[in-house]
């Protein structure tokens, strides 16, 4: 089964790579007396050998369901199809898809052999990508008990490969112009070497000396990101063409909102009182009444949300109000469902979004499309969401969910080979990761060029224009 998608998908992978370069002078020749277009976009897409990407979606029979023993909805391999997005929800749909997040990496890779600007020779570029697989190169590490102590081995391999192999690539600019995606939270691959014992589950890619010089897109960043930024989650909505994406925005404004608010995720009870239990609490209490449409809860407990987006997109349209209490970690994917969706988010700490998603998510305007209710006072009972959020005027949910689909295109990812009315008239969650990286890198090699090297590390992440 494995075998047989990774033979469906490698030629796909492989033959845009080298139409890509082949044909990437189309792209690069100025305009007879226009700006070169590409001016300071230029990217090589370094060639990996295979065990540091293509191979290892072979491991989607026997490690992707270990990663995730309770998600029982769709075997695993079969999210490979449409290189990462998964299999289409249902036959009807050309834009709902059943997106695992662990896939962004080589979907990304895909996304990244369509642009223009794509150059052959390291010597031309303005950044280096390098098509690595990160977290799935981690998984033997964090699942196979016998390779749990060498976990802080990850990544390594590629450092190695990319020291001895054309040095030159990565010492002409000490490693500041190369970028690879990390589909993961950086906390999970962050671990210090000598930690002991290991801890499960995660490794310390992002401590690599060797690779410390890079920028890694990763899901969520930590409190002090140097290296890495966040993008975001992956939704499981993937439209190709402008009229899809519209309509569905249309549909998500027009959509009759009958709730208050919403939650959805796991639905025990913590032992220790917390955010999610105040807002299990608050709606045990009012959802019983059936007059009382006040909160919905989806149990998307057993990972029964993973694959399923029908699940929990139906009911997010039917609410006014997204609830993102954090889970495992700060930010969760829930938070880019309910912007698509057209639910106002209401976050319970910054670590939630507005500390990580600044290439995304304009950081000081998070006021006109979401609200925040400090945590401590909601666990020590100070206030009552259901309170706050009934006291929010409709006209100001209005304005807020207009917002809320107007910025939702930029947290999208686009289904690849879409049409040019959507590539042109939108810059999707891939095309603002990639400005992101373009600036940062530029800002980094103007200080090497100019010779400050020490000044990289002062150097503050623009959130970029919004
Ligand atoms: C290369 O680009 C040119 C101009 O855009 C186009 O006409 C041609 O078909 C392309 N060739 C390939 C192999 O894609
Ligand atoms: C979807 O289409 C395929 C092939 O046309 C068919 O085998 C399958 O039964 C269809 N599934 C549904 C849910 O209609
Ligand atoms: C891993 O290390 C811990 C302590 O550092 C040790 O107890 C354990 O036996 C080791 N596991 C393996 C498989 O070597
Ligand atoms: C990282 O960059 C600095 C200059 O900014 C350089 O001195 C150092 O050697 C680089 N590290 C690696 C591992 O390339
Ligand atoms: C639940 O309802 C009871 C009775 O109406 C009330 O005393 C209690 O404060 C409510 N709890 C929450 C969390 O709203």
């Not at 006209?395 to 590539?423: F, K, N, Q």
Request: charged fraction near 20%; proline fraction near 8%.
């Amino acid at each position: 089964m494995a075998r047989r998608l990774l033979l469906l998908l490698l030629p796909i992978i492989l033959t845009s790579s080298a139409t890509a370069s082949k044909n990437k002078s189309s792209s690069l020749l100025p305009l007879p007396d226009g700006p070169d277009p590409c001016s300071g976009r230029r990217i090589h897409i370094r060639w990996l050998p295979a065990r540091f990407n293509t191979h290892l979606l072979l491991y989607c029979a026997t490690a992707f369901p270990l990663a995730d023993p309770d998600s029982k909805s769709t075997p695993a391999c079969a999210s490979l199809a449409n290189h990462g997005l998964g299999p289409r929800t249902h036959n009807g749909t050309r834009s709902w898809y059943r997106t695992d997040a662990r896939l962004l990496e080589p979907f990304f890779h895909r996304r990244l052999l369509e642009r223009a600007c794509l150059v052959a020779r390291p010597a031309q570029a303005d950044a280096v990508f390098l098509p690595y697989y990160a977290a799935l190169d981690a998984l033997p590490y964090v699942l196979h008990p016998d390779l749990l102590n060498s976990s802080a081995l990850h990544g390594l391999p590629l450092a190695r490969y990319l020291a001895r192999n054309q040095p030159r690539v990565l010492a002409r600019r000490h490693g500041h112009d190369h970028f690879f995606l990390l589909a993961g939270t950086a906390w999970d691959y962050s671990q210090p070497h000598d930690a002991e014992p290991r801890m499960y589950g995660t490794t310390s890619l992002l401590r690599l000396p060797e690779l410390a010089n890079f920028t890694v897109l990763t899901l969520e960043s930590r409190t002090w990101p140097w290296q890495e930024h966040a993008i975001p989650h992956p939704t499981s909505f993937h439209p190709s063409s402008l009229p899809r994406l519209r309509s569905w925005t249309a549909r998500a404004r027009r959509s009759r909102r009958t709730a208050l608010m919403l939650y959805a995720g796991g639905v025990s009870r913590p032992s220790r009182p917390n955010i999610r239990g105040a807002i299990l609490a608050e709606c045990a209490n009012r959802t019983s009444s059936k007059s009382n449409n006040v909160c919905i809860v989806v149990d998307c407990s057993a990972a029964a949300c993973a694959l399923n987006p029908v699940a929990y997109m139906r009911p997010m349209l039917r609410a006014n109000f997204c609830l993102q209490p954090p889970g495992d970690s700060p930010s969760r994917r829930s938070t880019f469902d309910a912007i698509v969706a057209g639910c106002v988010p209401v976050f319970f700490e910054h670590a939630a979004a507005r500390a990580h998603y600044g290439w995304h998510l304009p950081r000081g305007r998070y006021d006109q499309f979401s609200v925040t209710i400090p945590k401590d006072s909601v666990v020590m009972g100070d206030v009552r969401i259901t309170d706050v959020l009934a006291a929010v005027p409709a006209d100001e949910v209005a304005r807020m969910r207009e917002r809320l689909l107007e910025i939702a295109p930029r947290v999208v990812y686009r289904r690849h080979g879409s049409a040019a009315d959507l590539r042109e008239s939108t810059k999707d969650a891939v095309d603002l990761a990639v400005e992101g990286v373009l600036r940062r890198i530029r800002r980094r090699v103007s200080a090497l060029e100019d010779g400050h090297p020490d000044a990289i590390y002062e150097l503050e992440d623009d959130d970029g224009a919004h």
